[in-house]
């Protein structure tokens, strides 16, 4: 019964930014490493971000230095600063658990498009 639900995409520029928002309706994942994946078309899904319940982070090498996820306080949301983007950041994107075992149905993503 647990629910994802992924906001803020949008259409924007080369150059411009995003932020996307996560809610977790289960406060379980609090305690979970979450992360941010994306899916382009004709593509495997991929993890692009993860923070863990203390505030590490990771980041795949494609979005490293230009993206930044973060928890609230409250351990219920999760968000992606997205800058600098890039046309090949076109992609539905999802938050979820990035611990393999702990992954949830999957939300209905939020669409980014970036126009070149």
């Known amino acids: 019964q647990a629910q994802l639900v992924e906001s803020g995409g949008g259409l924007v520029q080369s150059g411009g930014s995003l932020r996307l928002s996560c809610a977790a309706s289960r406060s379980s994942f609090s305690i979970y490493r979450m992360g941010w994946y994306r899916q382009a078309p004709g593509k495997q899904r991929e993890l692009v971000a993860t923070?863990?319940?203390?505030?590490?982070?990771t980041y795949a090498d494609s979005v490293k230095g230009r993206f930044t996820i973060s928890r609230d306080s409250a351990k219920n949301m999760v968000y992606l600063q997205m800058n600098s983007l890039k046309p090949e950041d076109t992609a539905v994107y999802y938050c979820n658990a990035a611990v393999a075992t702990m992954i949830a149905p999957w939300g209905q993503g939020t669409q980014v498009t970036v126009s070149s």
């Open positions: 923070i863990s319940s203390g505030g590490s982070t």
